[in-house]
């Protein structure tokens, strides 16, 4: 079986959607698929070692995409490729411009094809204007997209339930993955000895990089109320990701200074080593897609406090890993995080069954089934 994974976007590219391609061509080829990623050119050099095939399309100038000779280079790639390499199937990852340029030249060739949106080619929040089908134009193209796939995947229920467009039996959840083997719980006082902090210092992490839908001032505000209680005079809060310091200001203006720490990016290795630092992950977000974080900090070994939108709630209703906190809610998530910070005993519980449920997560068995998915629609075309 020959897979092409088709990205509207990709590394060196940062985001969640580029690391997600990237980590199932990876375990597709363990799992002894022939795999080509078809991505973007982008203007930064450079990417990740890989053992897919990794082929670029596009043109750069500006305006490139608005015009016609952007489609008729990825035509002429897409041609090149089939001709030395054919393609099986294809999987799009994002579902508004890949498929956009792409999806009509598998239909013709009858190549199956299925859809993989990501979070902002699908989802909807008008009140912090986030999502593409916001818009009119791309809402019918993403529409008419995902209408013309053999199948589609959901990462999550939550994602499931904005596929109201697509009939029911071709839609299959398929959560996105985190490395097993780079997460697991291993103590550790690298974010102590990063900050400057006693080693004796419980810490209560998010992690991602800076942006509306994490609400990380929301965060931040929850945590001040905690500090009066001495109970959690040992307590700090950690907020790591780019762009955190941006949020320095509010920390000042809110007396929390060497409490609450802004740690701009960490290494990819240091993340597993920072979960391994803490007691606690707390996710104030006000959305998410499926929060790779959370589910990293689950194999980590810790307990979520996380807000109940979709994304993050069905991460703690599926494998019961957590408490869930109104979005927005302050109090409640000050409470919540108060509540499992005094309780050992629930704590070590949710810890136990988090990282217990963080296997079915791991990239080898999300493979598996996406593999499934292919397999039948390969079968149908058979």
């Given amino acids: 079986m020959h897979v092409l994974l088709f990205a509207g976007r990709f590394l060196p590219d940062v985001g969640g959607m580029e690391y997600v391609v990237h980590y199932l061509a990876e375990a597709l080829v363990d799992a002894g698929v022939e795999v080509t990623v ?24 500006r305006g490139a995409m608005r015009s016609g000779l952007f489609r008729l280079s990825v035509s002429r790639t897409l041609s090149k490729l ?30 199956p094809s299925v ?37 589609v995947t959901a990462i999550s229920e939550s994602i499931r339930g904005e596929l109201d467009c697509v009939a029911p039996e071709r839609v299959h959840i398929v959560p996105n993955g985190i490395h097993r083997q780079r997460f697991t719980r291993n103590p550790s006082t690298f974010l102590h000895d990063r900050v400057g902090v006693p080693h004796d210092t419980r810490f209560v992490v998010s992690v991602g990089r800076d942006h509306i839908k994490k609400a990380y001032a929301d965060g931040i505000h929850a945590f001040a109320p905690l500090l009066g209680d001495p109970r959690f005079d040992d307590v700090h809060y ?25 740690v701009e990016e960490v290494a990819s290795h240091e993340v597993a080593e920072s979960f391994n630092s803490a007691c606690l992950f707390f996710s104030p977000s006000i959305v998410e897609g499926l929060s790779l974080v959370s589910i990293e900090a689950m194999a980590c070994g810790l307990p979520l406090v996380v807000t109940d939108v979709p994304g993050n709630a069905d991460v ?35 810890a136990e069954i988090a990282w217990q449920r963080s296997d079915d997560y791991d990239w080898s068995a999300i493979a598996r089934r996406y593999l499934e998915v292919y397999a039948s629609l390969l079968g149908e075309a058979d």
Wanted: net charge positive; proline share 5%; glycine share 10%.
């Fill in 238 to 262: 950690a907020i790591i990701g780019r762009g955190v310091s941006s949020h320095a200001m509010l920390v000042s203006e809110l007396g929390l200074d060497g409490r609450v720490h802004l």
């Fill in 316 to 350: 703690v209703r599926a494998n019961g890993c957590g408490l869930l906190v109104p979005v927005r809610d302050l109090d409640a998530m000050g409470e919540a995080i108060g509540a499992l910070l005094s309780n050992e005993h629930l704590r070590s519980e949710l």
């Fill in 115 to 151: 859809m993989t949106p990501h979070g902002k080619d699908v989802q909807r929040f008008p009140d912090i204007g986030y999502g593409l089908r916001l818009e009119p134009e791309w809402n019918a193209r993403i529409e008419d997209h995902l209408q013309r796939a053999n199948a």
């Fill in 38 to 61: 078809l991505a973007n050119r982008t203007k930064t050099p450079g990417g990740p070692e890989h053992r897919y095939r990794l082929i670029r399309y596009g043109l750069l100038f």
């Fill in 82 to 111: 089939q001709r030395e390499h054919p393609v099986d199937i294809v999987n799009f990852h994002g579902v508004a411009r890949a498929p956009f340029w792409g999806l009509s030249f598998f239909e013709r060739r009858s190549i």
